[in-house]
């Protein structure tokens, strides 16, 4: 499959709120970027073994744009302060995408949850709900009123469907309210911080409900065993050795392949499964998903048996 990648040029970068900082990214020759639908997100390789996703948070509708908001993490591993502290307006970046595990499925119905910079995936989803003529509500939590980007933005639905609500002035999110009476036909969609992912996941019926994860979600290791890989389209035969990853032992043998978190959160290593079951240990593809083995994250996921056969 191609995927799009090219240069990129910061046409505009502001404070969304604290510690965000909005970016807008135009082609240098003014050429249309590629059409994307909520919940998608794009890479951004700000340098050598750096490398980070951000949510396109801006209009689909707008080929001529994309803008993503990036969280300054003071002890993050060094992609938003490059970005906060090195990326000015006029600078190009290489960007790679869009990819899209988070999309929004057609529903009657939706109550959307987000968790300070978790907005960005579900701003989109808003004015698609919108435009579908759907019901739908947004409960919307942060530490503080100030560090919530895009409140502004969210105005314009009125208070009616969208609840703001800061921790320090009405504390934790009250998800009760959001989830205990759904009805029947409602899709929920969830992105924020892990704890918030997993209180919301205790409460809401797996089919109904789609989340998107930062960092990986703790999960029960299982042993890890020695199996082999065969790659259709090199005609090789891999060994994985129990202390080394599918993507690395295929990188060993010279064989490219794109990827970027190694943690199974960002979906860019996505390989397609022609023979085998797969261990999957990735926060990105569903439960259905995950359960047809029909693709897998070989940065992270395994083998349940001796071999698999990889689309590669």
Not at 33 to 51: N, S, Y
Not at 111 to 125: D, K, V, Y
Not at 131 to 153: D, I, K, P, V
Request: glycine content about 10%; hydrophobic content about 40%; some cysteine.
């Amino acid at each position: 499959m191609t995927v799009y990648e090219t240069e990129l040029v910061v046409a505009t970068r502001k404070l969304a709120a604290d510690g965000v900082l909005a970016l807008t990214l135009r082609h240098p020759l003014g050429e249309e970027l590629p059409a994307w639908e909520p919940g998608a997100h794009i890479d951004v390789v700000l340098g050598p073994e750096l490398e980070r996703q951000y949510s396109l948070c801006g209009d689909p509708a707008d080929r001529s744009a994309w803008r993503i908001a990036v969280l300054r993490e003071p002890d993050g591993r060094g992609g938003s302060a490059h970005v906060h502290e090195q990326l000015g307006q006029g600078d190009k970046v290489r960007v790679r995408g869009p990819r899209n595990h988070f999309a929004l499925r057609p529903a009657p119905r939706y109550r959307f949850i987000a968790g300070g910079i978790g907005i960005t995936p579900i701003l989109p989803m808003l004015a698609a709900a919108e435009a579908a003529g759907a019901e739908w509500s947004l409960l919307y939590g942060g530490r503080s009123r100030n560090s919530m980007a895009f409140t502004e933005e969210l105005s314009r639905y009125g208070g009616e469907r969208v609840t703001v609500a800061p921790q320090d002035e009405t504390g934790l999110l009250d998800l009760a309210s959001a989830l205990d009476d759904v009805p029947e036909g409602t899709l929920v969609y969830c992105c924020g911080p892990g704890p918030l992912l997993d209180a919301v996941e205790a409460r809401c019926p797996a089919g109904l409900l789609q989340v998107e994860r930062f960092a990986p979600k703790e999960r029960e290791g299982g042993e890890n065993t020695e199996f082999e890989v065969e790659l259709a389209q090199s005609g090789r035969t891999v060994s994985v050795p129990a202390d080394v990853s599918v993507l690395d032992a295929v990188r060993a043998a010279g064989v490219e392949v794109l990827f970027s978190c190694t943690e199974g959160t960002c979906g860019t290593c996505e390989t397609d499964v022609l023979d085998g079951t797969p261990d999957h240990r990735d926060s990105v593809l569903t439960a259905e998903e995950q359960e047809s083995g029909e693709t897998m994250m070989i940065c992270v996921s395994r083998c349940r048996g001796k071999r698999l056969v990889l689309d590669l």
